[in-house]
């Protein structure tokens, strides 16, 4: 296995709110010729943008991070804004010929916008912390379990999500198959697919339920197409909810701990809830 590190600045995310439908969106997506062009996706969550009354949007990822200040100038799409952000030029450029309509005045950034909301309401216990009372939440059961202060199994079925990396040649294809399962449950649905990174590069798509009517219905498609999905596609399994036991998602942690170990003693890659090195805290 080797690992290659390539020294190049982070990218971050902008969601732009559409009057665009998702066959429309998908249609226009296309990789970009070079490291300097925006990569494009597409991004639908109802449960935490209510006031988008069911709008699709495009999820950008321009060279560099975009900043609060990079945001006010977005928000504008004005010549001043193009003339300080290079790369707002060739999207404009790109939705034009494409016949995108992008309401640029309500775009958000990523993580805080949105991963901070879901963060902050949703996964509402980390670690040996007290659990949260968030004004939104979609997950009740996970609540209940955590503020109850079990040790046992989770037996949460109220949130599923099947997420994978489709293969290039598919992804347009496969991305409209979950699409037609999204469209009839969307409002407890979301749907994050890309960005585009480049040509021949799988695609990352997530579809994720969060009531226990869609997660069981989520299975159900997903079993009825699994030969398309298996076959045109890679798997991606998602780390547990913050506050798991990792003997419960990882029955067989201690070996893989020690497998950590070995590979990376310094736990330089490091994630807050996934595997540690023997003698690091399980879960942060």
């Not at 969601?15 to 998908?26: G, I, Q, Y």
């Not at 449950?185 to 994050?192: E, P, R």
């Amino acid at each position: 296995l080797t690992i290659k590190l390539e020294r190049k600045p982070q990218r971050g995310f902008l969601f732009v709110p559409t009057h665009n439908s998702f066959e429309e969106l998908l249609a226009s997506l296309e990789p970009p010729a070079s490291d300097a062009e925006t990569w494009k996706g597409i991004f639908r969550f109802d449960l935490i943008f209510p006031h988008l009354n069911g709008t699709w949007m495009l999820k950008l990822s321009p060279p560099g991070n975009v900043t609060q200040q990079d945001l006010s100038l977005v928000q504008s799409a004005d010549a001043a804004a193009v003339a300080k952000l290079p790369w707002l030029e060739d999207v404009l450029s790109w939705a034009e010929g494409k016949k995108l309509r992008l309401d640029w005045s309500t775009a958000i950034l990523e993580p805080e916008d949105v991963w901070g909301k879901l963060g902050a309401a949703a996964w509402s216990r980390r670690g040996r912390g007290a659990p949260v009372a968030p004004a939104w939440n979609s997950y009740p059961s996970r609540l209940k379990w955590a503020s109850e202060g079990h040790t046992g199994d989770f037996g949460i079925t109220d949130v599923g999500s099947t997420g994978r990396f489709l293969h290039w040649d598919w992804y347009k294809k496969i991305a409209s198959v979950l699409h037609s399962f999204f469209k009839d449950h969307a409002a407890n649905c979301s749907f994050d697919l890309g960005p585009i990174k480049f040509s021949g590069e799988d695609v990352f798509n997530d579809l994720s339920g969060y009531t226990v009517e869609t997660t069981h219905a989520l299975r159900e498609y997903v079993d009825e197409n699994q030969c398309l999905l298996d076959t045109h596609a890679n798997r991606y399994y998602n780390l547990p909810l913050w506050g798991t036991p990792p003997e419960l998602y990882w029955p067989n942690y201690d070996e893989l701990s020690a497998i950590k170990g070995k590979w990376d003693p310094a736990d330089f890659f490091y994630i807050a809830d996934g595997i540690h090195p023997p003698g690091s805290p399980k879960s942060q």
